[in-house]
């Protein structure tokens, strides 16, 4: 077994020598283009990537806008945030047409989950 994979060590190694030494470049199984032929879509997309950035750049700006918490007490938080809050339920269509809208907050605790325990657990069997 490791007479036959230096063997094809070899082969391989004197194939890829030879082709070099006779100026031909090696074969790619992959796609090769031209640096330059690809400009023109290059191009482009540094274009859309641009237009992009100048978008989120934007968002940021209205996000600010609007978004301007007041930290100094938990109501003047709730207040500060409500412009916030509209504009974010009308960006994802909240409450869906011919929905009921329930602007207040609830708070409400949830029972503790309960899990079953084998006894054999507490034995350590």
Do not use: C, N, W
Not at 51 to 75: F, K, M, N
Not at 96 to 125: I, K, L, M, Y
């Amino acid at each position: 077994m490791r007479i036959v994979i230096k063997v094809t060590v070899v082969f391989a190694g004197l194939a890829g020598f030879l082709s070099v030494a006779r100026g031909e470049e090696p074969k790619s199984d992959y796609f090769e283009q031209d640096v330059a032929a690809s400009d023109a879509l290059r191009i482009q997309q540094a274009a859309e990537y641009d237009v992009y950035i100048r978008h989120l750049q934007e968002g940021r700006r209205q996000l600010d806008a609007i978004l301007q918490p007041d930290y100094s007490s938990p109501d003047a938080f709730i207040r500060s945030t409500e412009d916030y809050q509209k504009a974010f339920r009308q960006s994802i269509g909240y409450p869906a047409p011919g929905g009921q809208s329930d602007d207040s907050v609830r708070f409400e605790q949830d029972a503790a989950p309960v899990f079953p325990v084998s006894s054999r657990a507490h034995q350590g069997t």
